[in-house]
């Protein structure tokens, strides 16, 4: 009699962490940083591709506006994560097509 393993449950999690805004690089009176464009997304997950989707920007390399540049956009990540992760038509929920990207390990 051959017993199959069970599944790891780690292979299902897909943890996505992100904020509607951006902080700004310059400091405001009150010592502390507005709203601004860019942030950070972080995906976890034993079956994420580990290391950066994008470029890294620099800090001193902003826009007109003095915000870092974004050089994902969040609709990627979140078309990525339906189609790829959940099986969901991404153009169902976001209203068009977005490229995805290479996020989870093959």
């Known amino acids: 009699m051959t017993i199959s393993p069970q599944p790891r449950l780690d292979d299902r999690v897909a943890v996505l962490c992100f904020s509607e805004f951006g902080r700004r690089v310059e400091e405001n009176g009150s010592h502390g940083t507005d709203h601004g464009t860019a942030g950070p997304v972080l995906l976890s997950g034993s079956r994420v591709r580990g290391g950066l989707a994008g470029k890294s920007t620099g800090l001193m390399d902003l826009d007109a506006e003095g915000d870092l540049k974004m050089s994902v956009d969040f609709r990627q990540v979140y078309a ?27």
């Open 80 to 106: 990525t994560l339906l189609e790829n992760w959940l099986g969901i038509p991404a153009k169902m929920a976001l209203g068009t097509d977005y490229a995805a990207l290479p996020l989870f390990k093959s």
